[in-house]
């Protein structure tokens, strides 16, 4: 298991100090020897490998994407909300926000 839970291999996206490509994970094999012997033993499905990477990546990206925009939309919904609120309800919800309120009274 290359991917996934083991984190042997990573897709990591190109930066202005790198280039795209794989890296080890955090499951990988800790030493020179034994990286080698896992490269000897992927290198016949490497451009496999590398697309699978690649396409895991991008879903991640594009499904984290979607989960932030929504978080931003039920930011802004609350925030809407907040200003039609009455003082004491806007009280309440700052003494939540700060982690002073205690629960209902």
Same mark, same amino acid.
């Given at each position: 298991?290359?991917?996934? +839970?083991?984190?042997?291999?990573?897709? *990591?996206?190109? %930066?202005?100090?790198? $280039?795209?490509? !794989?890296?080890?994970?955090?499951?990988?094999?800790?030493?020179?020897?034994?990286?080698?012997?896992?490269?000897?033993?992927?290198?016949?499905?490497? +451009?496999?490998?590398?697309?699978?990477? *690649?396409?895991? %990546?991008?879903?991640? $990206?594009?499904? !984290?994407?979607?989960?932030?925009?929504?978080?931003?939309?039920?930011?802004?919904?609350?925030?809407?909300?907040?200003?039609?609120?009455?003082?004491?309800?806007?009280?309440?919800?700052?003494?939540?926000?700060?982690?002073?309120?205690?629960?209902?009274?």
């Amino acid at each position: 298991d290359f991917f996934g +839970g083991q984190g042997v291999l990573l897709w *990591q996206e190109e %930066a202005t100090d790198r $280039k795209a490509g !794989l890296v080890w994970g955090a499951a990988a094999p800790k030493t020179g020897d034994l990286r080698a012997e896992k490269r000897k033993q992927i290198y016949p499905a490497m +451009g496999m490998v590398t697309r699978i990477a *690649q396409m895991v %990546a991008r879903t991640v $990206k594009r499904a !984290l994407a979607k989960e932030r925009q929504k978080f931003q939309d039920d930011a802004e919904y609350v925030r809407g909300l907040r200003e039609q609120w009455e003082p004491d309800s806007q009280a309440r919800l700052a003494q939540i926000s700060q982690g002073t309120d205690a629960g209902p009274s």
